[in-house]
């Protein structure tokens, strides 16, 4: 690696961005701007004698000016450092990078973190508020964790995530997310997010920490310079707008970069499938699991015929239908989906759209939208690409440890019956609630719910069939916020209409009512009519019991609903959103047999399920990265594909050795479009394989070792001690 000048001034690294017109000519080579914040060689040694360096567990020497942090064997240690006057400032990039080598004898696992003033406060303040380790940034602080193996030198990187200040401070990104009218991309080629409203500041970094983690030997991690990198917008569309575009090139790859495995020509694309075979052959699927993916080696269970739920030695478990222990490792969205993007009013984005007589016509849209994924597979494979891939997709998950279809798989790969999975449902709401709750109370909310599930008769009673989710990331608020926005809908409104039905039993007369409310209404009536702001804190007792019920009928006629036509499958709930309040998933589990979240975190240590006894499965998690092309990492991010597989290993290692969970599904299978789906603009590194149909392959290895231990590493774990509600231990 080369390092930047020790200047704090703007200085270039030499990345280079390979630029190509539209007419295929090459440009000059345009460098990466950045901004060292701590110089490596001499730098470190003046640093450290200022006291600005301080250690925990560790020792810190600088043999060749640079940092060498020291950590026992078996032990952790940290490193913090803070400016010796000031602030750091690294306002105009999009991530901090270090420079790094493991000079030991073993694999380092290592956390970075950088803090703005009072971090530790404002995280305090933000978790009380109900905030999540999602979402770190609200309280000042990034993290990043990574691995480097013996004798590596790599960069650890840290994204800045912030509030949108894109349209205020770069005009230029307009462009590829204009406020109106169709969805842009949500992330822009600098790996800034669009519509995002963290409030990290790289302006003011206060405090920077490198955390060794134990390890088998003594650690001897080397740090070189730390420098701020890659501006928000990216330098060849500052430096020649016009020679920026086009960026798609004929595969749907950016252009404007280059990457192990970028395909340049078909035949890189056959050559791919050639080796994806070989790699099938020489890593067949674990021996020691039934047909449906249980564990043979372990203890037989009553069978059954359909999968069921059992707590064994004091830990959850499914149990599959021949009765053996099951465990579900799984990825979401297998089809034939993904990285279809919108065209229509963005063609300079995109070279080498294919001709209306071409074959690869066919993925162009009525509306002007082109899937890029299956053009790829259909270059790949040809006319019988849609059978080849569904094939593949079955191989590569059995020979990958994989167990499961997630939710939103294509009933086409579910139906080959050769790996379990389950099923999404979303109704109809004719009615709906703030938050876009549904109007439980509504005639039609149960023969919708009941008119959805019709449309996947297919899993019905079928014994591959694990479970079925019905609707997804419900923002579930407060009673009294509920009533308070419940109070605000018309009055033809059916749950407000029960509302006050509820408010004439508990409340003798309206002045009882006005009087805890503060209101002056006239009549039952004028409750009802009410469209004005409500202060309900008067009657939190009957806000509680109102919503309690609203809980209960929904969860109920789901559930209920649900095992009329399917009374084999697992009622799997509605797939909550992080941390959920404790009442809510206390409903839930009433009536849930397995309550689901998903849990965009770095694991899932400590999270139980409202202090109930009750499985729970993780329904979508995923880490994404920016050294393949992409623009943007989605919920969670690793600095580079060696890193997103330690990412991957640490969260299924928390799930493993949580007693409640019995499965975890990454999102999602195939890549999302560079440019965004057509949908809201996602285009984030999600997937387990790209945009041209190959897994990527350090992911893969990561997903493959869990897999291969999945279950000895379940059934091995220690019983972690219950806990009383739904806040998991902060990990980073």
Request: glycine share 8%; with cysteine.
């Amino acid at each position: 690696m080369q390092k930047p000048s020790p200047s704090l001034l703007l200085t270039t690294l030499s990345f280079l961005l390979l630029a190509i017109v539209a007419q295929g000519e090459p440009l000059q080579p345009v460098e990466m701007p950045t901004k060292t914040l701590i110089p490596g060689g001499e730098g470190w040694r003046q640093l450290g004698q200022t006291g600005a360096v301080t250690a925990k567990g560790a020792t810190v020497s600088y043999p060749d000016g640079n940092l060498l942090i020291q950590v026992p064997k078996g032990t952790s240690g940290s490193v913090e450092i803070r400016p010796p006057q000031g602030l750091y400032d690294a306002d105009e990039f999009t991530r901090l990078v270090f420079e790094l080598k493991n000079q030991g004898l073993s694999d380092v696992q290592y956390e970075l973190r950088i803090d703005n003033p009072r971090a530790a406060e404002a995280q305090r303040v933000a978790l009380a508020a109900g905030r999540t380790s999602l979402d770190l940034a609200w309280g000042g602080i990034e993290t990043f964790a990574g691995r480097i193996t013996a004798g590596q030198a790599k960069n650890g990187n840290i994204l800045f995530v912030r509030k949108n200040v894109i349209r205020d401070r770069y005009p230029e990104l307009l462009v590829f997310s204009p406020p109106k009218p169709a969805p842009g991309m949500k992330s822009s080629p600098g790996g800034l997010l669009f519509d995002n409203d963290h409030a990290f500041d790289p302006s003011k970094i206060e405090d920077i920490r490198i955390t060794v983690l134990p390890s088998d030997q003594d650690v001897k991690l080397s740090v070189g310079a730390i420098y701020a990198s890659h501006p928000p917008v990216a330098p060849l569309l500052k430096a020649n707008p016009e020679a920026f575009f086009p960026f798609v090139d004929g595969y749907g790859q950016y252009i404007h970069e280059t990457w192990p495995g970028k395909v340049t020509r078909d035949e890189d694309l056959r050559e791919s499938a050639r080796q994806e075979e070989k790699d099938l052959a020489d890593h067949p699927a674990p021996a020691d699991r039934s047909r449906f993916g249980g564990w043979t080696k372990g203890p037989h269970l009553e069978a059954t015929g359909f999968f069921r739920t059992e707590k064994y030695q004091g830990k959850w478990w499914l149990v599959d239908p021949e009765g053996w222990l099951f465990w579900s490792h799984g990825v979401t969205c297998c089809g034939l989906g993904g990285a279809d993007t919108r065209m229509a009013g963005r063609e300079k984005f995109f070279s080498d759209l294919p001709a209306s007589d071409s074959p690869l016509a066919q993925f162009m849209g009525k509306e002007g939208n082109f899937t890029y994924t299956q053009a790829n597979l259909y270059r790949k494979f040809g006319s019988d690409w849609k059978n080849a891939y569904r094939d593949l997709s079955v191989r590569r998950l059995a020979s990958w440890g994989m167990n499961t279809m997630g939710a939103w798989s294509n009933g086409d790969f579910t139906r080959v019956r050769k790996t379990a999975y389950v099923v999404d449902i979303e109704y109809k709401r004719d009615t709906v609630l703030p938050k876009h709750l549904p109007d439980v109370f509504s005639p039609t909310f149960r023969p919708n719910v009941e008119k959805a599930l019709a449309t996947r008769s297919d899993a019905f009673n079928d014994p591959w069939c694990i479970g079925i989710f019905l609707d997804n990331e419900i923002n579930f608020p407060g009673a009294t916020a509920f009533v308070s926005d419940l109070a605000l809908e018309a009055k033809e409104n059916p749950s407000k209409i029960e509302w006050v039905e509820d408010l004439k039993r508990r409340y003798s007369t309206v002045g009882e009512f006005n009087r805890l409310t503060g209101a002056k209404f006239a009549g039952w009536d004028a409750v009802l009519a009410n469209k004005n702001p409500l202060k309900v804190d008067g009657i939190a007792d009957e806000a509680a019991s109102f919503y309690k019920r609203v809980l209960e009928t929904y969860f109920e006629t789901c559930r209920d609903e649900l095992k009329k036509v399917a009374p084999s499958q697992l009622y799997l709930g509605c797939r909550f959103l992080q941390v959920v309040r404790p009442e809510v998933v206390s409903v839930a589990s009433q009536y849930c047999d397995v309550v689901s979240f998903n849990v965009y975190e770095y694991g899932v240590t400590g999270r139980r399920v409202a202090g109930i006894d009750k499985p729970f499965i993780v329904g979508e998690f995923h880490f994404g990265a920016l050294d393949r092309g992409m623009f943007g990492t989605g919920n969670r991010w690793a600095g580079d594909q060696q890193d997103r597989g330690v990412r991957y290993e640490n969260y299924l290692a928390s799930a493993l050795s949580n007693p409640a969970c019995v499965g975890a599904h990454w999102f999602q299978y195939n890549s999302q479009a560079l440019t965004g789906r057509v949908s809201d603009g996602e285009n984030f590194q999600i997937g387990l394989a790209d945009v041209t149909g190959a897994a990527y392959p350090e992911l893969r290895d990561s997903i493959r070792k869990v897999g291969n231990t999945l279950y000895e590493a379940r059934m091995n774990a220690p019983i972690e001690p219950m806990k009383k509600d739904l806040l998991p231990e902060e990990e980073h």
